[in-house]
């Protein structure tokens, strides 16, 4: 008699058991039937499926198998999202880096400055290049001088100065105008991170006023 008790008892405990582990799906059929199954249900593939506690409770929805054409546009989908919040990310990055570098307009208008005095000096020293250039092609021309009525005489030396010296002249007009050029990308640069930096330095001190009003409620 104890003996079939406890076997009953052993019995029932390893039902619960099983039940308790037993993994219940369920779903409704392309024809309005509802199927339930130990395993995933191959006739619901396509069709949402819910897997049940052994109390009966929605343990976790089974999202449909999807098509080719769905899965591709599935992961185009998430690739987009992954990337967008990539940029977002990377512009949040940038943005707190523009504003560690320039904490308030003096800072910003300061290395502006200075970008634009080392353009300036750059300038200076090519146009006094030229210059001097022109001073060397003065005395060029006063040797050519001797040969005015035939050039052709005049030394294979003396003509290549003359070359040398023209090269070299186009070559620093060409560095000033390149330098031109790159003051106003300088200042083109500065004015675009202008327009972004007031809009940070106006949330970055609001910030601090509506924590203050909020110590004072």
């Known amino acids: 008699m104890k003996t079939s008790i406890k076997i009953t008892i052993t019995a029932g405990l390893w039902l619960a058991s099983a039940l308790a582990w037993a993994q219940i799906y369920t ?28 109390s009966g409770t929605v343990k976790r929805t089974v999202k449909p198998v999807m098509t080719a054409e769905e899965q591709r546009l599935f992961d185009n989908k998430q690739r987009a999202e992954n990337e967008e919040r990539s940029r977002i990310a990377e512009e949040k990055r940038k943005d707190r880096a523009l504003l560690t570098r320039y904490p308030n307009r003096a800072s910003h ?8 005095t080392q353009v ?15 001073t060397q092609r003065k ?9 005015k009525k035939d050039p052709s005489k005049a030394p294979p030396s003396l003509r290549r100065q003359v070359d040398d010296n023209n ?27 202008l327009v972004k930096l007031k809009t940070l330095w106006q949330l970055t001190a609001a910030v601090p006023s509506k924590a203050a009003a909020s110590a004072k409620q």
């Open 139 to 147: 005395e060029v021309d006063a040797q050519l001088e001797f040969y």
């Open 120 to 134: 300036d000096d750059v300038i200076r020293a090519a146009t006094k290049r030229i210059g001097e250039l022109g």
């Open 27 to 54: 779903c409704v059929d392309a024809g309005g039937k509802k199927i339930t199954s130990d395993r995933s249900i191959p006739e619901c593939a396509e069709r949402e499926q819910k897997e049940l506690n052994s």
């Open 167 to 193: 090269n070299s002249v186009a070559v620093q007009k060409r560095f000033v105008i390149d330098q031109e050029g790159e003051k106003k990308r300088i200042n083109a640069r500065f004015d675009d991170e």
């Open 109 to 116: 208008d300061q290395e502006r400055t200075e970008a634009l």
